[in-house]
């Protein structure tokens, strides 16, 4: 199969020959019988009060290896929430110790919450790699992320001139950059269009581009 679309983080099943869709699979709710044949898998923080927290991780824990499980996440930091800090930190830092025996990247859903993550990094394995979905933050953040092994996944944000994700992404390492439609309606041929445009490449360079940074975490699971 020729792969020519890469969707890092989504909450929408894609079925399409041309593109490869990393469905995050929130453990706390009932998926079928079978995962989907790339995902992720892990507990959002904002349900951490409402469920019963070890028992999902043990979810994480026990799936974690399978072949199609080929991120843990989402998972993270979100100080919006009324949630207390000191087990949002407690939760991710399990993700991150599962991703670690595992050898597989981290999704991570952080919100007013890159200076948490950043000391977080220090207990971590900063050769794994910690992929933060969403980013619209500005350029010393996203280059502080990045210097600690820490990739940034551009959303539907880069539709919006405006934001701080359509100034920085051009002027950003290439390697460390991906694209997600997470639960937008947007089409991801869209927004490769639109990155494209903001790194004045070639969409069918930017493609590959994006295809050489999967596969650099992903390894076997291309």
Not at 22 to 49: K, N, Q
Not at 96 to 113: D, L, Y
Not at 115 to 140: C, E, M, Q, T
């Amino acid at each position: 199969m020729s792969i020519k679309y890469i969707d890092i983080h989504t909450h929408r099943r894609i079925d399409a020959n041309d593109v490869v869709s990393i469905l995050s699979v929130d453990v706390h709710h009932a998926y079928g019988t079978a995962l989907p044949e790339h995902c992720s898998i892990g507990v959002h923080p904002w349900h951490l009060e409402a469920i019963d927290v070890e028992a999902a991780l043990d979810k994480v824990q026990r799936n974690a290896g399978l072949k199609q499980v080929v991120a843990i996440g989402e998972c993270g930091i979100d100080r919006m929430r009324k949630l207390p800090l000191s087990l949002q930190k407690d939760v991710f830092l399990q993700h991150v110790h599962i991703a670690e025996n595992v050898g597989k990247p981290v999704i991570i859903h952080a919100v007013r919450a890159y200076s948490d993550l950043l000391a977080l990094r220090k207990h971590s394995d900063r050769s794994l790699p910690w992929i933060v979905h969403g980013f619209n933050g500005a350029y010393d953040i996203a280059m502080r992320l990045i210097e600690k092994n820490i990739r940034l996944s551009f959303g539907p944000a880069i539709l919006d001139a405006v934001t701080k994700a359509s100034r920085v992404m051009h002027a950003l390492p290439r390697d460390f950059l991906f694209i997600e439609t997470d639960e937008t309606p947007e089409l991801l041929q869209d927004m490769y269009t639109r990155a494209s445009v903001l790194l004045d490449v070639e969409a069918s360079e930017f493609a590959q581009l994006m295809l050489r940074n999967y596969q650099s975490i992903m390894h076997d699971h291309v």
